[in-house]
């Protein structure tokens, strides 16, 4: 299995055609795809499986 690198702010940001301010707001509040980002350091990051995983239920329940 080989490892992928964390996503960062900018790199969530860009996947989601959103500031990155929102994405720090995503986090604090613990809304949307903020669930499942967390501090590393003193640097967020998320799987990208986990942003995958939440985009696939988003679409799943879009066309429900």
Do not use: C, N
Not at 36 to 43: L, T
């Amino acid at each position: 299995m080989t490892r992928r690198p964390l996503a960062t702010v900018p790199e969530i940001a860009a996947h989601y055609k959103v500031p990155e301010k929102t994405v720090h707001r995503w986090h604090q509040t613990k809304t949307g795809p903020g669930t499942f980002i967390f501090p590393v350091g003193r640097y967020l990051r998320a799987r990208w499986d986990d942003i995958e995983q939440y985009d696939a239920d988003q679409a799943g329940s879009a066309a429900a």
